[in-house]
């Protein structure tokens, strides 16, 4: 089976967003994604709106040719924005204002019948949803029990660890949660710090269908684009000195 890419445009817009500009624009960020290769668009709205805000969300359903993939906490304000939005997909996670990034997993077990009753909700509205959940079987079965359409594997863990013995722990349960997922008709994804010095194993995973890469990217991208962003700014300088001499 194919697997395909979700480019997740949050960095775009904390970069945008920490100087008060209009630019970096994550809509243009998203249009270069798809015109390379990727087959999704992800976003997560956090309830701070530290990076994505509602406008980005608005034009950014116009501008995805793909899909695009909303990440988001299960309120009913995000329900809301939902019924607005119509995002072709939504993934619940779990949200702390305090958190640098998506720390942990949803706890699908612990919060079951609220989950079943919200992602109903979701599901009347054509809405795919996903859970990001922790590579543990416990989890997987909630989240069948809840029906959800499909889940994300937390990688985080699987990425951090920092011994080969703990990785390869890691490793086999991401593979254990993906093969029990799909044997209950479940979509599965994965995602959260992977990179390029990493991925292989997970992308090898035959039941896996889709990663969602942000981090890595955005980060490429910056170095990567360095070279030609500076010697764009100094043909600009040399320009306007050139034209000062011949005017
Ligand atoms: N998937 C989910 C559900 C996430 O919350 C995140 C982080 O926003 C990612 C994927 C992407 O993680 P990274 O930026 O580390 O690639």
Same mark, same amino acid.
């Given at each position: 089976?194919?697997?395909?890419?979700?480019?997740?445009?949050?960095?775009?817009?904390?970069?945008? &967003?920490?100087?008060?500009?209009?630019?970096?624009?994550?809509?243009?960020?998203?249009?270069? +994604?798809?015109?390379?290769?990727? @087959?999704?668009?992800?976003?997560?709205? =956090?309830?701070?709106?530290?990076?994505?805000?509602?406008?980005?969300?608005?034009?950014?359903?116009?501008?995805?040719?793909? =899909?695009? &993939?909303?990440?988001?906490?299960?309120?009913? !304000?995000?329900?809301?924005?939902?019924?607005?939005?119509?995002?072709? @997909?939504?993934?619940?996670?779990?949200?702390?204002?305090?958190?640098?990034?998506?720390?942990?997993?949803?706890?699908?077990?612990?919060?079951?019948? %609220?989950?079943?009753?919200?992602?109903?909700?979701?599901? !009347?509205? #054509? *809405?795919?949803? @996903?859970?990001?959940?922790?590579?543990?079987?416990?989890?997987?079965?909630?989240?069948?029990?809840?029906?959800? %359409?499909?889940? #994300?594997?937390?990688?985080?863990?699987?990425? &951090?660890?920092?011994?080969?013995?703990?990785?390869? /722990? #890691?490793?086999?349960? $991401? *593979?254990?949660? +993906?093969?029990?997922? =799909?044997?209950?008709?479940?979509? $599965?994804?994965?995602?959260?710090?992977?990179?390029?010095? %990493?991925?292989?194993?997970?992308?090898?995973?035959?039941?896996? !269908? !889709?990663? &969602?890469?942000?981090? +890595?990217?955005? +980060?490429?991208?910056?170095?990567?684009?360095?070279?030609?962003?500076? =010697?764009?700014?100094?043909?600009?300088?040399? #320009?306007?000195? /050139?034209?000062?001499? @011949?005017?």
């Amino acid at each position: 089976m194919p697997i395909r890419l979700g480019v997740n445009v949050d960095h775009v817009a904390t970069l945008r &967003n920490q100087r008060g500009e209009r630019y970096p624009d994550p809509a243009d960020a998203a249009f270069v +994604a798809e015109r390379a290769g990727a @087959s999704q668009i992800t976003i997560h709205l =956090r309830e701070d709106r530290r990076h994505i805000r509602d406008r980005d969300l608005a034009i950014l359903r116009q501008t995805v040719t793909t =899909r695009l &993939n909303l990440e988001m906490a299960a309120t009913q !304000e995000m329900l809301k924005v939902v019924f607005e939005h119509k995002p072709d @997909s939504a993934t619940l996670v779990p949200e702390r204002r305090e958190e640098l990034t998506t720390e942990g997993g949803l706890d699908v077990a612990m919060h079951r019948e %609220n989950l079943k009753r919200y992602i109903r909700q979701l599901r !009347e509205a #054509e *809405v795919w949803v @996903s859970l990001f959940i922790e590579p543990d079987l416990d989890q997987v079965r909630a989240a069948h029990k809840v029906e959800a %359409n499909a889940i #994300e594997l937390h990688t985080g863990k699987y990425c &951090n660890a920092a011994m080969r013995a703990d990785r390869a /722990e #890691e490793l086999a349960r $991401v *593979v254990d949660a +993906a093969k029990a997922a =799909r044997r209950l008709g479940l979509a $599965v994804y994965a995602g959260h710090g992977l990179g390029y010095h %990493n991925l292989r194993p997970i992308a090898a995973i035959d039941e896996i !269908e !889709e990663l &969602n890469i942000g981090h +890595a990217i955005i +980060a490429r991208a910056v170095v990567d684009g360095l070279d030609r962003a500076v =010697r764009d700014m100094v043909a600009c300088m040399a #320009e306007a000195r /050139e034209s000062r001499a @011949s005017g």
